[in-house]
DNA sequence: ACAAAAGTGTTGTACGTACACCCATGA
DNA sequence: TCATGGGTGTACGTACAACACTTTTGT
């Protein structure tokens, strides 16, 4: 049995059927987070941009914005293109889901690096594109290629780090309410949490800073806070960057 | 701007520099974890295999067993396939890490797909292979291309994972004693534990069995115990398989 | 008998949850 | 004045760390 470690040649091994690698393109989608509160009195919802594909594989259906990765261009960067072309804006989050390889997911062999990022509420109803809208990440129609399970995916990944981090910041504006963060907490996790508890927990984190402002509108006026950005949003492990 | 998701087809954007998708391969290489117990009487200590390279990018140095993704060859595949080609044996754990993907981290463009894998201790040292040596994994010499990185956040999660899954028995034997088990956990944390504290944890957790037997030898015998393959080393979402 | 590991019991602290309660504002 | 959300206080239960203690073997 020969050991294949080389990364510049490939030797055939066994069998035929690992032929060669020219077949395989790489590309990279991007799950984009964002929130919406309906016009009403509605909780915000969690949705995410999808592109019309107008060509032949799922021609018509929507999928994840994404593109074939560039020569010259590392995976985030590619990542973030995507995102500034569907959405026009930065980022406050981005980080690596996973990749999907399996040989079937589409007619031709394509592993695609997928992102997952949040973007700020802000801006992100900036409708000059076309073929893009935004979709509540709970009620998706049937997408192209495996992106439905792609979805599914980042959602699990958004609502277990929303547990351990602090990346529920990167979905508010600079300043913001206890109540608004909260809002953001159970627009994700699906439910109710106590707003005494959630305050002190929040509060002992030390993320937060609070500012002089005071929100008013209806009742009594709530303090604003504002994230403290000494701390990162999640840790990484030990990954460039 | 133009919204570009098509998985079939790619415009060039804006710049030249992001040129034809062909010259980009695709390598799949394997983290693989294993303990191994100095013949006194010292602590297991984790160890990896790695392969030396015998060809140009970094020829010589020692590098992550890996190799080619065939193009009838799923990600997950490939790794099983690199593993079995190391160490002649079956991963009882295997989880992808990460995809890397910088432009300069090879001569040529390579995105690396990289999994990790544990593989119990029985037979890992069945060196009937070439070029292939088995290293502690907390004392790596200078490994090729961007393989410390990688080994590094590779052992972040296996730190990481062992602290909320059961992965530690995918090191073990069938049949283990506790003192057995809490070696595992003290050898990847690096730190002693309470053998009471240890041994209440994780017998409420549910992923015991205890058996009839006991290891005998020196002082008090200890029972042995089998895991309870009901429940799994680790929850991965809501994945494929 | 003694050393040492196997195994049990007890206690204190930290933290999350539930919920009662007061405060400040708009209407 | 009342309704409502902002904000504080408190009691309970679980989880975990620390450590004293008993049990069972080999020598």
Redesign the pocket.
Known sequence: MTTRTEHAASAPLLSATLSATDEIRVAVSTVIFSLRRSSG?ERPAVVIPLVRRTRDPHDGQWALPGGWLGGAEGLEAAASRTLAETTGLAPSFLEQLYAFGDVDRSPSRVVSIVYWALVREDVSSDPALENVRWFDATALPELAFDHNQIVDYALWRLRNKVGYSRIAHGLLPGLF????L?EVYEAILGRR?????????V??SGTLIPTDG??????????LYRYNHDVELAERGPLPR
């Open positions: 009195a309410t206890l109540a608004d909260r949490l106590d707003p005494a508890n959630f305050r002190r927990q509060e002992g005071f929100r008013t509108g209806s009742h009594r006026p709530a303090r």
